[in-house]
């Protein structure tokens, strides 16, 4: 059974540095795509569409990112391959949301930016940014 556990989320001030993990068991997903997506907030109640933040290509360890959070978000992946990184700087209101982590079954650019290229969903962990 795949598992996937994000960690790192919390209250941090605008302006500040965060980093989040995610790590996945149950499977190998070395040479597979990684990424994380984000929820966030509508009206204070439901959550709005995941929509991608970062993705990591299993072919080449190629960081793909959304246009908004591009030259402030840097996604890596460790070693053992099942474990990657999403470090956020000068994080903004804006970034305030769920982040969620997933991982696919295949490499490559196809589909790597799109929730549809991806199997494998954690329960996400909460980032809040204050002002």
């Known amino acids: 059974q795949v598992k996937m556990v994000e960690s790192g989320g919390g209250t941090v001030e605008t302006g500040s540095s965060l980093r989040l993990s995610c790590t996945a068991s149950g499977y190998s997903f070395n040479q597979k795509n990684m990424a994380w997506f984000r929820q966030a907030p509508r009206n204070g109640r439901t959550l709005e569409e995941r929509?991608?933040?970062?993705?990591?290509?299993?072919?080449?360890?190629?960081?793909w990112y959304e246009e908004s959070v591009k030259g402030r978000v840097t996604i890596s992946r460790a070693n053992d391959r099942n474990t990657i990184v999403l470090t956020m700087d000068r994080m903004e209101p804006e970034d305030t949301a769920l982040y969620l982590c997933?991982?696919?079954?295949?490499?490559?650019?196809?589909?790597?930016?799109?929730?549809?290229?991806?199997?494998?969903w954690g329960v996400g962990t909460q980032v809040t940014v204050s002002s």
């Open positions: 929509t991608f933040v970062a993705a990591i290509n299993g072919l080449n360890d190629i960081g």
């Open positions: 997933a991982a696919a079954v295949y490499g490559g650019s196809y589909n790597i930016d799109d929730i549809g290229g991806y199997a494998f």
